[in-house]
């Protein structure tokens, strides 16, 4: 029989909209990933979003630093300089942390670059994002090194295009690197499969998008326009409160 504890919940939602981040609040996130264009994968937000965001909210909001879309995750000197801008005018305008990451030619972490987004951060925390998942640097490894750097928090899909897929390796991560990394499981998280992420990782905190596909006002179908080759996705409130119960309903029983 596990021993009982005292479980603080932590649901991100990721969202690149006014719409999805309010909805993530009411249905009860604990805190927002905020990007545009999620469908590439979440690129740096306009600070006008963030702004109006942050005026509508009361919830953390960290703030995706990527200047380009590509899953090399390697920056030229130019791009570093516009992260590095951006942090600093996201940090002035009241972020509460960042999402970041960076690899070198080889595939492992880019560490100088790393600790120079630290350092700017500090002393908010940073979330190293899933440029983890396609690196070449042996995954335990790599997260000692990203603990080391000053990292708060990991977010991996475990290597695999969805947390469900990767969760042995999610699991051995937070075993890994119980007090000094937080490891949250992210990617194709869904109603129909986060108790068994968590019941297999003992994840105490998990990000999502609970997105549904946008319902327009009007028809938008011509030949280049429609929901179909071009579809708009809003995080849904009820999903997000659904994620929500099962995760409470899971770690109550070490209440």
Known sequence: MQPKMKILSKMEICVDSIESGVNAAIGGAHRLELCSSLIEGGLTPSLGLFKTLKSMVTIPIFVMLRPRGGYDFQFSDSERKVVLQDLTLFKEAGADGFVFGALNACGGIDVAFCESVIL?????????????????????????????????????????????????????????????????????????????????????????????????????????LNNETNPVYITHCETVKQLLKIYNDYYKQYE
Not at 143 to 152: D, P, V
Not at 173 to 190: C, F, N, Q, T, V
């Open 120 to 224: 700017a951060s500090s002393p908010l925390p940073v979330t190293f994002h899933r440029a983890f998942d396609v690196a070449t640097e042996n995954p335990i490894i790599m997260a000692q090194k990203i603990a080391e750097l000053g990292f708060t928090r990991l977010l991996t899909s475990g290597r695999r295009s969805e947390a469900i897929n990767g969760i042995l390796l999610i699991k051995t991560l937070i075993e890994k690197m119980k007090g000094r990394l937080i490891i949250i499981p992210g990617a194709g998280i869904k109603i129909e499969n986060l108790k068994a992420i968590l019941s297999t990782t003992s994840a105490h905190e998990f990000h999502g998008s609970a997105k549904i596909l946008k319902q327009f006002a009007y028809p938008i179908d011509n030949l280049f």
